[in-house]
């Protein structure tokens, strides 16, 4: 038996390296999956390869209308929420403050802020009349970032959505802590995904140049795997794991260490 056998399992942004990647390794672990994206065809792809139930539903994580839909979706098809994977975001250009465009700005808070902000409105209160009727709530596990913990030069309007992001987990973890709905946080360093593929384009350096810039104050001198953040988002899910809330815990290759 797998740790999430039966249980089902939301996932925002799940396309994207960090989410695809979630889900393959919530299917290993015998969930159900609901999976949401803006792009319908990758969805719908990656469906296809999880050997598990799965419902998908594309949208634009800034329109509440889509958290409020997957909530309905996850209950409609499976019955519950167990757990919910808020992973949907952007980054911004790799620039300082007074250059970034205020549309990129205001983009990036509706995108990595406000996203989450109304997915956990719509999910912690089916979670919460589930521990009233069943005993058993849900877990919650918001993807932030390491910029959410630190100051991020060039990254200054990511990363306050980051610390938003941060501090929306605390709060609700505390106000749930005997509701039956567990919050935490992952802040990962740079991870081999598409974000960090595009700095790495963006840059015009050849590619050993770009991530020994991104990573020159990371003490492992690496970006992060998928896999290694994966681990990660697991443990905080899991339902063993059942004594930490309102925790943020950074995947940094030491970052926090210095």
Known sequence: MGRFDGATVLITGAAGGLGSGAAKGFASEGARLVLSD???ALLESLAATLGTQTAILAGDISDEKLSEDLVELAVRKFGRLDVAINNAGIVQSFVRLPQVASD??????EIDLLGVF???KHQIPQMEQQFKATGKGGTIVNIASVAGLVGAPKLSVYAAAKHGVVGLTKSAAAEYAT???RVNAICPAHTRTAMVDGFVRMSGTPETDALAELTRGVPMKRVGEVDEIVTAILFAADPANSFMTGHALAVDGG????
């Open 38 to 40: 803006m792009n319908e």
């Open 104 to 109: 990129e700005a205001r983009r990036v808070l």
């Open 118 to 120: 109304y997915a956990m």
């Open 179 to 181: 509701k039956g709905v």
């Open 255 to 258: 970052v926090g260490a210095v």
